[in-house]
């Protein structure tokens, strides 16, 4: 009795030649001509159903549409909103502030830096003018030697670290200044 009652009660999904017979079946020989007719009228019914709600939905669109404009509302105004509203809310968190805060308190590190590089760099040069009347051969020569040495390739890291990280501070504060505006 048991296998009996499975046979019928098949909890396995249908499996290829399953589908098959399934797509294959010819549901309407199954349906006296009554249900057939029944069928038809509620197959016309959700059709007309489905063609007022699009209509509906269409008309609303439009309302929306013309209340937007007599608003003054367009795409751009929107996306203006949202992006102005974004950029406040990121600015008032912490993460941010403290972020700003350390890259303000770098470009002034960076700015001081800069600074007493171009000090140096000019007392060097004013060393060497006074160590040198003119300009000779040996210095031409020692110069690829120089820029391939290691001290002077950490010293021109440094450099583009310092002024990659200025670029993007004040990028950062005029895009601000201006947005204040």
Known sequence: MEAQAQGL???EPLQGR??????SADYASMLSEEEKEE?????V??????TTLRQVLSAKERHLVEIKQKLGMNLMNELKQNFS???HDMQTTTAYKKTHETLSHAGQ???AAFSNVGTAISKKFGDMRSHSIGY????????PAMRNSPTFKSFEERVETTVTSLKVFFRRRSYE???EE
Do not use: G
């Open 18 to 23: 399953d589908d098959d017979a399934v797509a």
């Open 39 to 43: 069928l038809k009228a509620e197959l």
């Open 9 to 11: 009660l098949e909890t």
């Open 109 to 111: 590190k960076a700015t």
């Open 177 to 179: 200044e201006a947005k």
């Open 45 to 50: 019914q959700l059709e007309d159903e489905i």
């Open 85 to 87: 509203r974004s950029w």
């Open 136 to 143: 000779s051969i040996r210095h031409s020569i020692s110069m």
